[in-house]
Every structure is written in structure tokens, then in C-alpha cells.
């Protein structure tokens, strides 16, 4: 039932929305990113091209230098995915920008938190699949006799080492979506504040797989992801509504 | 009008407290502190250098809070202050890696170490507080200003978590002037480190009350230019 114009300008106070009334248009906004990547895959394909482009620069610059690149594959693994993750959130608003749709998005009835949200957790599945192609791959190519325990085991630190992404990412791509030269500041954005996240993840994921297995070491590392990306969500939450206050 | 006459005669008060610590300091620091056993004479830097990094905090500190209470009443006049606050915090961070480096040359006889953590911590915090400069020149009108609020709020944030990071990933080589129990150095040593940490601090509320007294100037006269231009 379409609306009359005359109740589209009474502006009256929604009623009160129960939780499930609240994350329907946030998944409705998630589902509509998937469904165009799927449609398109431009992101997703162009994220892993990179990261395995970033790895071959990674063997012949490091690795070749050595016997083993075993002691380095936590560091290589995670510079290309910091380095990959810069496509994701760059390209985070990209659909909406190229549709032109960015003003009618920020008109719609949505609240400013599930939009962020939304990108949040488009840019934590993106990594999240980008793992799932380059942890294996960097395995094969870095390391040497790692079992599928290693393995599983840096794969839970990344998706810790992920929230942090997605938190810092979707605050870094929303700032940067109305500014001038946008390619330029994602990365002096995101990188920097994104630093204490490489350390950590690429010291757990050196703890299972840089030969000896460091528990200790490796769960220090992984309560430190919990600890960045609990902040990171907090700072999100206390200034999602000044982001997109136009 | 009167506004700036007020923060001239601030500025003067500030400034000639901040003039004659920063005297005071010198004069014991080189005169009459004592000399580190170990270290000698080198050691004497890290009056200044521990001081100017603790300011540098408390100015990105600054940054953060103005940035929160310009996002709460949007008054132009708190974003000024947070991003003089921001620029100061870049000057004094550089100031950190200048004398951290002159330390470790004299010390280790190399200009960087990447397994100093503080020193890691300032250089990772230049990068971050350069790019708030980026982002606010590439955003405009009153999304400038509000942009930059959240990002100095996120990147104040971010300091805490760089530093830890860094520290873990690290042995320690740094000399540690403050642990858990206190100030690691004799009381003799303690009193002009606080006088350096205090003429240090009132280094930063000078220039900043400069740089702010600058601005308002410079807004004060492009408004009495309008007027005569509008022929009022």
C-alpha cells in the first residue's frame, strides 16, 4: 500500500522496534552487498589476484633470500593481508558511490548504526574468504611442516585478527567516502591505526606456524586481537552517528 | 576584541613561567643533577626526552577530548583547538624520535633500533596523526571538522594499543624511567625531571596558546574585512 504524500510529511515518532524489527534492515544491507558481489565478483577476485601477486613479490624478495621462509611466513602472511584488506575497505562504499545511491542510502528510513555495521560485516566476510584461499596457499609456498591443527589455529587468530579489521575498516571507509582522493587516504588512514593488529596476528600466526608451536605466546597474542577489536567497535559505536550526521 | 587582548595577556603569563622553567631546567639538568653511573653524561637527555614524549601524549590527549566536545556542541572554536593540539602533539613526537635517536647513537652507536618500543610506538604515532593532516584537507565544509573530531578520538585510542603491541613484539632495550613501583632514578635525578616535565608541559599550552590566539586573530580580521567591505 503506497503512502499519501500528505502522511509522507507528517514527521511522527516511530513506534518502538523489537530486536528483530531493528536487524532486518541490517540484513537486508548485508545481503544486498553479497548479492552484488556475487553478481559482479569484482571485489573479491580482485583482493585475492592481489594477495597472491603480494606473495610471489614476498618469495622473491624474502623468501628466496633464504633456506626456509618458515620464521618469516607469519610476517608475510599478514603484510599481505593488511595490504589486501586496504581493497576491501576502499571498496567498501564503492556500489553505492558508482550507483549514485550514497544520498538516497542516507534518506532511507535505516538507522547511521546498521549501515556501519552492515559495512563492518561486509568487510569482515570479505576477509574472511580471502583467508580462507591465501592461508593454505602461503602455507604450501612459506612453510614448512605445518599440520592442519597449525593451520586451523592461525585461521582462528585471523578471524579475531578480522573484527579489528572490520571495526577500524568500516569507521576508515565511511570517513573516506565523502572526501577528496579517496584512494590516497584509505590507506594513510587505515594502515597506521591498523599496525597494532599486523603485530598481533602475525605473531600468533607465527606461534603455530613459525616451526615451534608457542601456546603461551600465541594466546597472548589472540586475547590482545579480542582487546583491539573490543575498542575499536567501542570507539565505532561512540561516533557512528557524527559519521553520517549530513 | 577584548577576547584577544584576554589570551594576549595569558599568553605573556604563560609564556614567561614557561621561559623561566625551561631556564631553571637547563641550569639543573646540566649543572646541578648527577651524573648516571652508566651512562654518563648521554643520560642527561633523557630529562628532555621522557618529558617531550609524555607532553606529546597529553597533546594528542588534548586533541581527542576537544575533538569529543566539538562533536557534542559543534563550536568551531573546539575543533581549532583540537587540531592546533594535533599539530603540536607531531611537533613534539618528532622531537621523541630526534632525541631517542641521538640517545641510541651515543648508547648503542646506531641512530634507530626497532627493538625500542617507545621509539617504534612514536614513529607508528607520526604516521597516524599525519594522516588526520590528509583527511582533513581532503574533507570540506563542516565535515572537516567533524571528521577530523573522529579521527582524533579513534587515533588517541589506537596509542595505547600501538605501544602494547610493539612492546610484546620486542625485547626491551629501553631504559625504563617509570615502571610499576615508580620513578627509576634517585630523588636528586626525580626533581628536574619534574621540572623539565612541567617546563615541557608549559612549552605546549604557550604554543598552543599562540597558534590559537593566531587563528583568532586572523578570523577576527577577516570579519572586520567583510564589515568594511559590506560598508557596515
Known amino acids: ?246 | 576584541m577584548t577576547e584577544l587582548a584576554t589570551g594576549g595577556r595569558r599568553l605573556v603569563v604563560t609564556g614567561t613561567a614557561t621561559a623561566a622553567l625551561l631556564a631553571l631546567s637547563a641550569v639543573g639538568i646540566f649543572l646541578v643533577a648527577p651524573e648516571d653511573a652508566d651512562q654518563g653524561v648521554i643520560q642527561r637527555i633523557f630529562y628532555y626526552h621522557v618529558a617531550i614524549a609524555i607532553t606529546s601524549l597529553v597533546a594528542f590527549g588534548v586533541a581527542a577530548i576537544y575533538g569529543i566536545r566539538y562533536l557534542r556542541t559543534r563550536r568551531p572554536e573546539h575543533d581549532m583547538v583540537s587540531v592546533v593540539a594535533v599539530g603540536l602533539g607531531l611537533f613534539f613526537s618528532i622531537l621523541v624520535i630526534l632525541t631517542g635517536s641521538i640517545w641510541a647513537r651515543a648508547s648503542w652507536g646506531t641512530w634507530w633500533v626497532w627493538e625500542d618500543p617507545r621509539l617504534v610506538t612514536f614513529l607508528i604515532v607520526i604516521l597516524l596523526y599525519s594522516a588526520y593532516f590528509m583527511l582533513r584537507s581532503s574533507a570540506e565544509g563542516e565535515r572537516r571538522a567533524r571528521y577530523s573530531s573522529i579521527f582524533a578520538i579513534a587515533a588517541f585510542a589506537s596509542v595505547p594499543l600501538s605501544f602494547y603491541s610493539v612492546r610484546v613484539a620486542e625485547s626491551f632495550v629501553h631504559p625504563v624511567v617509570f615502571n610499576s613501583t615508580g620513578a627509576n632514578m634517585p630523588d636528586t635525578m626525580l626533581v628536574w625531571f619534574v621540572v623539565a616535565q612541567v617546563a615541557m608541559l608549559g612549552l605546549f599550552l604557550t604554543l598552543l596558546q599562540i597558534e590559537l590566539l593566531q587563528r583568532r586573530a586572523d578570523d577576527a580580521l577577516k570579519r572586520l574585512k567583510l564589515r568594511l567591505e559590506g560598508g557596515v
Open chain 1, 1 to 246: 500500500m503506497s503512502a499519501r504524500p500528505q502522511d509522507a510529511a507528517r514527521v511522527e515518532a516511530p513506534p518502538p522496534l523489537g530486536a528483530r524489527d531493528a536487524l532486518r534492515p541490517l540484513a537486508a544491507l548485508i545481503a544486498k552487498d553479497l548479492r552484488l558481489e556475487l553478481r559482479t565478483r569484482q571485489t573479491a577476485v580482485g583482493m585475492a589476484l592481489f594477495a597472491l601477486i603480494t606473495m610471489v613479490l614476498f618469495q622473491f624478495t624474502v623468501a628466496s633470500r633464504v633456506d626456509d621462509a618458515t620464521p618469516f611466513a607469519g610476517g608475510i602472511i599478514w603484510a599481505t593481508l593488511a595490504l589486501t584488506a586496504v581493497l576491501a575497505v576502499s571498496r567498501a562504499w564503492a556500489a553505492e558511490r558508482e550507483g549514485r545511491v550514497l544520498d538516497g542510502l542516507l534518506v532511507a528510513p535505516v538507522s547511521r548504526g546498521a549501515l556501519l555495521t552492515a559495512k563492518a560485516c561486509t568487510i569482515f566476510v570479505y576477509m574472511l574468504a580471502l583467508e580462507i584461499v591465501v592461508l593454505p596457499l602461503a602455507v604450501v609456498f612459506f612453510v614448512e611442516g605445518a599440520s592442519a591443527g597449525d593451520l586451523a589455529l592461525a585461521f582462528a587468530a585471523a578471524v579475531l585478527a578480522d573484527l579489528g579489521i572490520a571495526a577500524l575498516g568500516s569507521l576508515v571507509a565511511s570517513l573516506a567516502a565523502f572526501a577528496r582522493g579517496r584512494e590516497l587516504l584509505v590507506p594513510a588512514l587505515f594502515l597506521p591505526a591498523l599496525l597494532p593488529v599486523v603485530i598481533a596476528a602475525g605473531g600468533a600466526t607465527h606461534a603455530v606456524l613459525g616451526g615451534a608451536r608457542e601456546v603461551a605466546e600465541y594466546q597472548g597474542y589472540c586475547l590482545f586481537l579480542g582487546v583491539y577489536a573490543v575498542v575499536f567497535t567501542l570507539v565505532s559505536y561512540a561516533t557512528y552517528e557524527y559519521v553520517f550526521d549530513d
